[in-house]
């Protein structure tokens, strides 16, 4: 509640006083998109290249869940020509900000371009209490799925060329090579899973990969779920994995990006296996960024390495 009224505040500051008071809410000369992970950032450089200009809102290795934007945030989605957002459980803050300035923002809701899955408890996840009494929680990583991400390219191709008709056939050119990318990595994903000796994926961490696991039919147990908070595991967690892995014959324990993998060594080095990186892709570092790390190359490392730890 206090971050809301924060947001608010800021908002209710920024529509009395005049844009440029705020320099570094200055967007660039030209086509202005924005984007507050790194998925459909990534995307947008796929489809459009150089001809638009590509803002990702997220500070590099930030964490969704805890962010809050800043006056120069809430200014440059204002002035936008694009604000492409999740939608999730962790966007609650965009609604408020939508619904406060004193403009339509073009927005696209990543949302709305597939199917949403509810966010499951399975088998020994350790839950959080303040959780429990809510009926539905949908899990909010649909680009874990390959083929849900050709949904939301081409949704966010039809956007630009919307913005931008001038290069339209550009974007319909590149979105459509991008596409094929996006089913060569789904059928390779597919290869994967169909020869895998075991269809069991054993998380000592968040488990932010409901899409990816349900599309290619694996099964998974993890310490938590994708959205929680939680760090610390319960003694029945911690043993129901042990047990899990030592019955299941599992190789390999996973981890995801800017983990401090405690839990996923604590189970690795009980059981004797072990453990690798799976990249939910939902944030990337500074680092990555400047190497030129894009959702394709994510992918591929996480299809290498399920083919080592699978096969």
Not at 43 to 70: C, Q, W
Not at 226 to 248: H, N, Q, V, W, Y
């Given at each position: ?30 086509i202005n ?40 945030d809430i ?17 609650n803050w ?218």
């Amino acid at each position: 509640m206090k971050k809301f009224l924060l947001i608010l505040l800021v908002v209710y500051i920024i529509s009395a006083v005049p844009g440029c008071a705020y320099n570094t809410g200055i967007l660039q000369e030209g086509i202005n998109v924005i984007a507050t992970i790194f998925p459909p950032y990534d995307f947008v450089r796929e489809i459009a290249g150089d001809k638009i200009n590509i803002t990702l809102l997220m500070p590099p290795g930030s964490e969704i869940h805890s962010y809050e934007p800043t006056p120069q945030d809430i200014i440059k989605i204002k002035n936008c020509d694009l604000f492409i957002y999740n939608g999730g459980p962790s966007d609650n803050w965009v609604d408020i900000i939508l619904k406060s300035v004193d403009k339509d923002i073009n927005t696209l809701k990543m949302i709305d371009s597939v199917t949403m899955l509810e966010e499951e408890i399975v088998e020994g996840m350790q839950t959080e209490e303040e959780h429990d009494d809510i009926d539905i929680e949908y899990d909010e990583h649909i680009w874990t799925s390959p083929v849900n991400s050709k949904k939301i390219v081409s949704a966010i191709s039809d956007a630009l060329i919307k913005i931008d008709p001038g290069n339209g056939d550009l974007y319909t050119e590149n979105v459509a090579a991008y596409i094929k990318e996006l089913e060569k990595l789904d059928s390779e994903f597919k290869t994967v899973a169909d020869n895998a000796l075991s269809n069991t994926l054993i998380f000592g961490d968040r488990f932010p990969f409901r899409y990816f696991t349900d599309e290619y039919n694996f099964k998974y147990y993890a310490a938590f779920p994708g959205c929680s908070e939680a760090t610390e595991p319960s003694a029945l967690t911690l043993t129901f994995l042990i047990d899990k892995i030592k019955s299941e014959r599992i190789t390999t324990v996973f981890y995801i990006e800017f983990s401090n993998r405690l839990i996923a060594d604590s189970l690795a080095e009980a059981t004797g296996v072990k453990t690798a990186l799976l990249h939910s892709c939902h944030t990337v570092s500074q680092e990555d960024i400047t190497n030129g790390v894009s959702y394709l190359s994510l992918m591929n490392r996480n299809l290498e390495t399920l083919k080592e730890a699978l096969g």
